[in-house]
């Protein structure tokens, strides 16, 4: 089906029915985003995020009181 048949198609369908396939194609182009979105492919971050060396280091007691 081409998209001259389904703009006819679409067309002759009562307005009530017209607003349904709209929905729905609404609902798809979601769907499709929100898949597009949540795919991750590995090492995409890489050099983006620094983690700093002494970043498992304890915290010292000026930062637990406060005082820092």
Known sequence: MNSQQLVHEFEVLAPELQKQVFDFVAFLRK????QHLSKRTVGECRDKIHI??????????DFWLGQQ
């Not at 769907?31 to 929100?34: I, N």
């Not at 700093?52 to 007691?61: C, K, M, R, W």
């Open 31 to 34: 769907q499709q985003l929100q």
């Open 52 to 61: 700093a060396e002494d970043f498992d280091a304890p915290l010292g007691d």
